[in-house]
């Protein structure tokens, strides 16, 4: 899995700045949209920012189609089926949601055989995302860790806020739309 750089938000900062009344630049804000950046790429279980020339090694299944794991595929550099190159429209084909289809042959059935050089995800990221992450950073910036109450001598008093954050009904119509499902054959 790749990690996310502090500065690869799904969302600018300056936005979120506008929404909590604080700098862009402020620590806190910047640790809640990485935070929420990171939980919802891990939601739709993909990169979802662009990545330029990533090479993966994927496991053959014994079937025609495989299952590129991001989306969407911009386009596909190279494709070596152990160590062999193959030529594009000839030996295979791609789909900009994932498919990697080979032509006139069926991927080989063993692990880590075929290698590809390839360009996916956004640029911009899809506004209804972006939307999502800063709602979740909103309610991270907002969260109090610590205590939640304490009795003392017949007085309660609280300190903090939630002890987790839940997801609104937008976060939950952005990470559908956009999850990728791993389980299903091709």
Partial sequence: ?????????????EDLASWLGVPATDPRLLQALAAASSRFRGAVRHYVSLVE?????LDGNGKQS???????????AAVE???????????YEWSADGFLRRIGACWPNRLRCVE?????GFDPVP????????????????????VTSMTVGGQ???????????VTAQWT?????????WGDSP
Avoid at 53 to 57: F, K, R
Avoid at 134 to 146: H, K, L, S, T, V
Avoid at 173 to 181: G, I, P
């Fill in 1 to 13: 899995m790749r990690a996310v750089a502090t500065t690869d938000y799904l969302a600018a900062p």
């Fill in 53 to 57: 020339g990533d090479v993966t090694v």
């Fill in 66 to 76: 495989l299952f590129l794991p991001a989306a969407p595929v911009v386009s596909v």
């Fill in 81 to 91: 089926v152990d160590g062999e190159t193959l030529t594009y429209l000839t030996d």
């Fill in 116 to 120: 590809v050089v390839w360009t996916h």
């Fill in 127 to 146: 506004e209804d995302i972006a939307e999502a992450v800063i709602d979740q950073a909103r309610a991270q910036y907002a969260m109090r860790p610590g």
């Fill in 156 to 166: 309660s008093v609280s300190f903090g806020a939630q002890a987790a954050i839940g």
């Fill in 173 to 181: 119509t952005a990470v559908e739309k956009y999850r990728l499902n």
